[in-house]
């Protein structure tokens, strides 16, 4: 099935630093969510957006829907040990016959050096 | 507040063996349920979804069948286990109704032997 192009595909920051990831799509999504995995554990949702050109953020997170709907782009601002993890993102087209599936991007994985 | 449940967190069978992990939502009714496999860490591919008591969807060809006898109970069975049903398996909800997005839970860790 189709896949959304997350990049980059890792990452190897020291503690402080910014990090930018993005996910760009083939299709318009209506709705675009990211998530971080900690090793063993399931995907835990970060931020969600609704709306073309949104900027949300969630502490040190910030994300943004890009106006095209195509693309989403999460930064985490002064990172942390704890950050990390992989980080997806993933869109859906709320309503229809869709059923809220998820399209996923595959994944960044993220390592914090202190 | 909602709660996805899952178990058993770890599990070791046998090829040939069946299979049956359960997911089990708190605090909302009439969700959509979801199941995934992920191998490797990365990648989670959509195997199941539900939108209903006992109606399920495929999504990929597969040795594995998913119930949901329940309006928030969720089963992923297998009547005979190969060695590539190895994976984390993680269960899935949402409410389309209030736009809420899909929340996991902690997965299973299957090994096969």
């Known amino acids: 099935g189709q896949q959304l192009n997350q990049s980059p595909q890792s990452m190897f920051i020291q503690e402080g630093e910014d990090v930018s990831m993005n996910c760009t799509s083939s299709s318009i999504f209506n709705t675009w969510l990211w998530y971080k995995q900690d090793p063993g554990e399931g995907p835990v949702l970060l931020i969600a957006?609704?709306?073309?050109?949104e900027l949300t953020s969630n502490g040190r997170l910030t994300a943004q829907f890009g106006i095209t709907r195509k693309d989403s782009f999460l930064n985490i601002s002064a990172s942390i040990p704890s950050d990390v993890g992989i980080y997806f993102c993933?869109?859906?087209?709320?309503?229809?016959?869709?059923?809220?599936?998820?399209?996923f991007g595959q994944g960044t994985i993220l390592t914090v050096h202190p | 507040s909602q709660t996805i449940h899952q178990w058993p967190a770890t599990l070791v069978q046998p090829v040939g063996s069946p299979l049956s992990l359960e997911c089990t939502v708190e605090g909302t009714s009439n969700p959509n349920l979801y199941w995934y496999r992920q191998a490797a860490g990365r990648g989670l591919q959509l195997l199941f979804y539900?939108?209903?008591?006992?109606?399920i969807s495929s999504e990929v060809p597969q040795n594995l069948s998913a119930s949901r006898p329940q309006d928030r109970q969720f089963i992923l069975s297998s009547k005979k286990l190969l060695l590539s049903d190895s994976g984390f398996y993680l269960c899935?909800?949402?409410?389309?109704?209030?736009?809420?997005?899909?929340?996991f839970g902690d997965g299973t860790r299957l090994s096969i032997l």
């Open positions: 957006l609704y709306k073309a050109g």
């Open positions: 993933a869109g859906y087209n709320a309503g229809g016959t869709s059923y809220g599936k998820l399209t």
């Open positions: 899935a909800w949402s409410a389309l109704t209030t736009n809420q997005p899909q929340h």
């Open positions: 539900s939108v209903g008591i006992g109606q």
